[in-house]
Every structure is written in C-alpha cells, then in structure tokens.
C-alpha cells in the first residue's frame, strides 16, 4: 500500500510542472553583475533576455491574437501556456475550468495566476536561473511536454555549470552534462517542436537536426575560448582562467549571422534562371519558429536600369479550421511549406525578362513573412528587414 501511495507520488512529481520560487538573491541577473558581469552583458543582448510578453512585439501580438480567435480560453491561460518555455520561472503553471470561469468574469484580478504573471521573478523572461538552476531534464517523458513541464529545478541557490571543481561564495555549485559534454539536451528542453492550439505540430527543430559533431553552443554561443567564468580573486588575489563561451546566443535576429549561412548559385536555362541554395548548416532554413522566411530577388539588368523584378519565397503557411489563413499557434494544418533541410540544396527557376542583358540576385531572410506580419500588424522595423545572406551577378 504504501510503495503504491509512494509510487503515486513519483509519477504525479514527474507529469505535473512544480515551480519552485527562486530566492531574491538569485532571482534576476542583477544579482550575478558583481563576479559575472562580462557574462551578464551578453545576456542581455540575447533574444533570450526578451522572452516576456512585455518586451517582444512579435510574442505579445501573438498571444493576444491567439485569445482573441480562442473563446474558449482567457489571455492568462494562453500566457501561461506559452510561458512554459518563453518563461519558465513562472510559478503558475496550468490553470483549471473554475478559473476560466471566474476569468470570463473578470473576477480574476487577485488570483494566484495573475499575481504570478505579474510577478517580477518573471520580467527577465530565460534569465540565469532558468538554464543554471535546472536540476534534471526528463528525456523519458513525451516529446510533447517541453519547457517548464520537462525539467525539475535545483533548490534556490545552487548553480549547475559547466565546471566540477568551482567554488563561489556566493552560491552552491554543481557540475551537470547539458552544461558542459550534453549542450543540445539543454537546447532541446524548449528548441525540439512545438504545436499549436489545434493539436498541430507546426515545427520539429530536433527531429530535422543533422549532426554528429556539432552542438548548438558551438554555433550560437561560439567556441569555448580562454576568459573567466567569474571576475572574483581568490584567496591569493588571482582569477581563474577557464574555457567559456560567449553568452548573447546570437541567432535569426542578428543580420551579420546570415552573412554566407547558405550558399547560393545561379546559372541561366532556355528563357529562365535556376538558382541552386545550398544549406551547410545542421537543422533546415528557414527553421525553428513558423512563418520565418527566405527570399529569392532576382533584377533584371538592361546596363544600370532594373527592368524587372521576379520574387520567389521559401515560408510556411497555415490554415485555421475553417481553411483561413491563420498564425502558426491556430494552425489545423501546413498547407505549404518551403526550406532548405539540413546539409541538403534545392534549385528554385525564375522566368527571365525580355531585354535583359544581366541579372543581380540577392537571397536574403526576413523574421516574418508578409502573411503573418499583417494578420498580426506588426510595427517595429526588424520584422519586415531584409536581411542579405548572399548577391551575385549573372550576364545573361
Ligand atoms: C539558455 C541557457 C543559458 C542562459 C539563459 C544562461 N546560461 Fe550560462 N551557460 C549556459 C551553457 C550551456 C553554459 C556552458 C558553456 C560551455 O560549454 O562552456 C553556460 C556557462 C556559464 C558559466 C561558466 C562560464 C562559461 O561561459 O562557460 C557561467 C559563469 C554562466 N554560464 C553564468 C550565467 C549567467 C550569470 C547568466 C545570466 C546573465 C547565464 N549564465 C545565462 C547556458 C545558459
Ligand atoms: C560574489 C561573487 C559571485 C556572485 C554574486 C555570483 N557568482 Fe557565480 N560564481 C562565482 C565564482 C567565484 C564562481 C567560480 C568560478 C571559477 O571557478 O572559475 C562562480 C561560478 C558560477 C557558475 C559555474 C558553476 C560551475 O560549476 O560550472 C555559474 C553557472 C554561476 N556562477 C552562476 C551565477 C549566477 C546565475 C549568479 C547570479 C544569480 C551568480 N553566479 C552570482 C562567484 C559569484
Ligand atoms: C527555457 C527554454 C529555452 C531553452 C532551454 C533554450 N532556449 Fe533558446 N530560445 C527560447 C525562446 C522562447 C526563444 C525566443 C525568444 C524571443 O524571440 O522572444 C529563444 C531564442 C533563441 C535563439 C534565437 C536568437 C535570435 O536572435 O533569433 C537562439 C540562437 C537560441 N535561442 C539558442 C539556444 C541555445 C543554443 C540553447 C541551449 C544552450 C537554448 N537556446 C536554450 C527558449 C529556450
Ligand atoms: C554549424 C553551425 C550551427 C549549429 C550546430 C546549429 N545552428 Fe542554428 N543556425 C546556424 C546558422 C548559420 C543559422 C542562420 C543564421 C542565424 O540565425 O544565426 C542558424 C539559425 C538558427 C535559428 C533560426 C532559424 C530560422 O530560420 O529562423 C534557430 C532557432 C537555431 N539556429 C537554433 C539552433 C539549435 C536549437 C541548434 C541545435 C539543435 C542549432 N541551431 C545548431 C548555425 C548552426
Ligand atoms: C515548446 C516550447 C515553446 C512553447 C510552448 C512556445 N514557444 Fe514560442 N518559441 C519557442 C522557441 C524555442 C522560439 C525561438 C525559435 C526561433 O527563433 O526560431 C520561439 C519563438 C516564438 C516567436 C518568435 C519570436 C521572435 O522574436 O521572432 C513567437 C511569436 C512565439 N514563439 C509565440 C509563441 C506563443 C504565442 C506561444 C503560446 C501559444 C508560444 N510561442 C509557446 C518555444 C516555444
């Protein structure tokens, strides 16, 4: 009886996400500047660091249009939802059918979840404490469960890293394989697929990803170089070199990444050109979230003048129930999607114009193609960038 009433225990413990509070000594990256801040500074240039509703457009118009088309859940429960992984300090993680209730009646204002929402635990969005106090990530649950719902924490104050032998007055250590031989296990917690309200899987990073040498970190937090973890003497006066890597986790929102990340060729055919993009990199392009796309520019030259202009687009596109075009969170179904996969190429042709004597064709990548940045109005300029990933020339 009690092994089955213990056994109950355990499996409740591994299903159901526990929060647990972080102390105010360690809660937001403010608390690490005085021995790490090198480390602190590239953090806070990293998409990482806005990760909150209140400091992504992209994000908050996403969730609030999500709400808006779903009546059948509040804005609380669709950003405690996403906080799973955009969040997942959050110390309130699902919500029940009585709170739906007493949300529809707005009634909610002193409940346990938006008290957590507005929580200042959970400004920073995937600060310090959400990689570094990760105890254990469970690879034996469903692929479905991510984020939040896929780890156990560490007691507050204890730091997983990448070092055995550290020693820090100002916390406990501990030496954990995703931070050091097993990065991708650590990236994989919130990176691996996501699905929308539907049920539909609109993205699946892990399952595409293409390497038996390269891990993430090696690309999107660079090399392991000398420095030091902590700027703090020791008792001799001395600080410890060790092998770090760099901590801003550049990725697609950073134009000099995608300076050269495909190859691009183009060669002319009977009244067309064919461009050839090849993909060097480990997981496709366009990846990772949905309705992020690659254009194809083609100019057709007569001397200086450009007298036509053919565009070709590599995205996603998704309908709702109902077959309209929705946001990838909404999405019943795909009905297109163009990239190019892992260490693979493919060839686009684009009709040539009447009178050109050359053409200039420029690939570049924009975060959000044109579909979604409408549906959701989209006003900062990074949106709409494009952001060049390689131009040639061809006479024709
Ligand atoms: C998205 C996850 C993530 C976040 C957020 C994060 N780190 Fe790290 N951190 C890592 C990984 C992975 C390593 C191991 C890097 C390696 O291979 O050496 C690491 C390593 C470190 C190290 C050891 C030195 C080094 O660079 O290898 C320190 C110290 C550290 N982090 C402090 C911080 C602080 C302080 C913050 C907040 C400002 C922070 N980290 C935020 C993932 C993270
Ligand atoms: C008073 C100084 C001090 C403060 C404040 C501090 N640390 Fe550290 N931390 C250290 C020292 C010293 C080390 C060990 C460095 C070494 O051995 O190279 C360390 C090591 C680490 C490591 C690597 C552990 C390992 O085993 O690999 C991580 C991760 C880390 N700190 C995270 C944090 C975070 C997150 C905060 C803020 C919540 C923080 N630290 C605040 C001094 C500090
Ligand atoms: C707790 C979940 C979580 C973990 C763990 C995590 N990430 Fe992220 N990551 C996110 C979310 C959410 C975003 C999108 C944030 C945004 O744009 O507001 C993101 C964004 C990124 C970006 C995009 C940056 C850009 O400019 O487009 C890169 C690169 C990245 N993460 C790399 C990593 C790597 C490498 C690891 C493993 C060491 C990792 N992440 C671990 C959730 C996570
Ligand atoms: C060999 C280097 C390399 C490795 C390894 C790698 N990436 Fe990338 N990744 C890139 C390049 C290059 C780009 C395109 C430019 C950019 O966004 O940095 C990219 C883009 C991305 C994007 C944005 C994709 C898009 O189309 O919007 C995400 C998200 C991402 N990587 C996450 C990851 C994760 C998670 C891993 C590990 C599972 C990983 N990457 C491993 C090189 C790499
Ligand atoms: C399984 C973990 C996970 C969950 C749950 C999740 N996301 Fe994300 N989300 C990510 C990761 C990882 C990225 C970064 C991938 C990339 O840059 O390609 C991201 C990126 C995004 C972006 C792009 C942000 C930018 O700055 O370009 C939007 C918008 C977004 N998510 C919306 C949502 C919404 C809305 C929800 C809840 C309905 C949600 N996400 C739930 C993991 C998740």
Redesign the pocket.
Known sequence: MRSLWLLSIISVSLYAAIAVQVGDKFKDSGKCKACHSHIVKQWEES?HA??HYDN????Q???N??ARKNNRKSLNT??I??????NPRISVTSTTAEYEAIASLKLDKDSAATKALKSDQISEGINCVVCHNIDQIHDELPDSK??IHRVSWMKSGIMSGPYADAKSPYHKVEQRPFMDTNPNQLCF?????????EGHRF?S?QTEFNSATKQCVDCHMGPRKVGVAATLRDANGKVHNRLIRDHSFK???TESMWQGALNVEAKKIANAIAVTISNPQPHSL????G??EIVIDAHYMSGKKIIKTETFSLTSHYVNKRGKAT???LAAKTISSVSIPALGSKTFTLPTAVGADSVSVIVSYR??NDEVREMLELKDPI?SKKMVIKKLNLAL
């Open positions: 998409w806005k990760s992504d457009e992209y994000f118009k996403t969730i249009y999500v669709i950003k939802e996403c906080a799973a992984c955009h991510r984020g917690v919130c990176h691996a697929n996501d699905t929308s309200e993205t990073m990725g697609a929102h366009p990846s990772g979230f309705s992020r946001v990838p969170h975060l959000v949106w």
